[in-house]
């Protein structure tokens, strides 16, 4: 699977954006995807996640102000973000994983997007 993300930006504290990760290849429906996100001199935290059996789960401190998102038709992930605060400032990471029925672990990262939470 490749990933290609988009939808980063601008916006104001109390904004909304929303960001979607297109993924290319077969067997969509099968990976786990994830959004990450960077912010400056920190480490990469996990975001949200979608398993392929539908969990979703999210990191406290969005739970409640984002939600995370499939379309298995489209082959997209989408990840709404409401009651930004500056502290979202991050770059964001889209990510898919699927560990096969050979125990192999496929995994993906697509390229950055910018999230700027600022007055």
């Known amino acids: 699977v490749q990933l290609q993300a988009s939808g980063g930006g601008l916006v104001q504290p109390g904004g ?18 994830a959004w990450y996100r960077q912010a400056p001199g920190k480490q990469r935290e996990l ?17 409640g102000r984002f939600t995370f998102s499939r379309d298995y038709a489209l082959n997209m992930a989408y990840l709404q973000m409401d009651r930004l605060k500056p502290e979202d400032t991050a770059v964001y990471y889209c990510y898919s994983e699927m560990i096969t029925t050979l125990g192999e672990r496929l995994n993906s990262w697509g390229r950055g997007t910018q999230v700027t939470v600022s007055s």
Do not use: N, Q, W
């Open 16 to 33: 909304s954006l929303r960001l979607a990760c297109a993924a290319s290849g077969s067997r969509f429906d099968s990976y786990t995807m």
């Open 47 to 63: 975001v949200a996640r979608i398993s392929s059996d539908y969990r979703t789960e999210y990191v406290d401190s969005v739970k």
